[in-house]
T-cell receptor, first 115, second 115 residues
Framework: KQEVTQIPAALSVPEGENLVLNCSFTDSAIYNLQWFRQDPGKGLTSLLLIQSSQREQTSGRLNASLDKSSGRSTLYIAASQPGDSATYLCAVRRSDPLLTYKYIFGTGTRLKVLA | GAGVSQTPSNKVTEKGKYVELRCDPISGHTALYWYRQSLGQGPEFLIYFQGTGAADDSGLPNDRFFAVRPEGSVSTLKIQRTERGDSAVYLC?????????????FGPGTRLTVT
């Protein structure tokens, strides 16, 4: 059974710091991995999607890496800003073609960036 | 265009009562998903609709939970004889096509509190 874990569960940093959020998964047979942002009272916003054949994806100040063989992904946020404060979720999809529609989410990291 | 909408945004009910949660997917999206997010956890899959039919309801926790999508658009998640353990945020998502790893777009969720 695929399990997804994120550490740390919560993180508080001063503005301007670079930070790394971690995601690990137990079954390397994944189709892709996606990082989401969740703000209170709002839906999930997709940040970055990495296909299983890719090693990393970048968007602005965000960089996500994937090491499928070790079951790990990291989300790097450069020069953090108070507006980055949110819960960050990673989710994987299984490579089984009958089950790729189903996201399996991690427990999330609650990030607070202090001004 | 409009995103996925969910109503109500918040629902407080007494233990033992019946509740209905509504999801309006993005227009033209054929697939619709329900997830449940308990406090401090990531979203967990409940059910997936292809058009009007439930293609996978394996995530529904028990027979008190039921969902319908009679015209292949709006969906209603119904919970009978609510219990305090049902308290959670219920998220709905939709995707353009059915099955496969098509990107899912999430609504803001309904926060259900059972007292």
């Amino acid at each position: 059974k695929q399990e997804v874990t994120q550490i740390p569960a919560a993180l508080s940093v001063p503005e301007g710091e670079n930070l790394v959020l971690n995601c690990s998964f137990t079954d390397s047979a994944i189709y892709n991995l996606q990082w989401f942002r969740q703000d209170p009272g709002k839906g999930l916003t997709s940040l970055l999607l990495i296909q299983s054949s890719q090693r990393e994806q970048t968007s602005g100040r965000l960089n996500a890496s994937l090491d499928k063989s070790s079951g790990r992904s990291t989300l790097y946020i450069a020069a953090s800003q108070p507006g980055d404060s949110a819960t960050y979720l990673c989710a994987v999809r299984r490579s089984d073609p009958l089950l790729t529609y189903k996201y399996i989410f991690g427990t999330g990291t609650r990030l607070k960036v202090l001004a | 265009g409009a995103g996925v909408s969910q109503t109500p945004s918040n629902k407080v009910t007494e233990k033992g009562k019946y509740v209905e949660l509504r999801c309006d997917p993005i227009s033209g999206h054929t697939a619709l998903y329900w997830y449940r997010q308990s406090l401090g956890q990531g979203p967990e899959f409940l059910i997936y609709f292809q058009g009007t039919g439930a293609a996978d309801d394996s995530g529904l926790p028990n027979d008190r939970f039921f969902a319908v999508r009679p015209e292949g658009s709006v969906s209603t998640l119904k919970i009978q004889r609510t219990e305090r353990g049902d308290s959670a945020v219920y998220l709905c998502a939709s995707s353009l096509q059915t099955g496969g790893p098509y990107e899912q777009y999430f609504g803001p969720g309904t926060r259900l509190t059972v007292t």
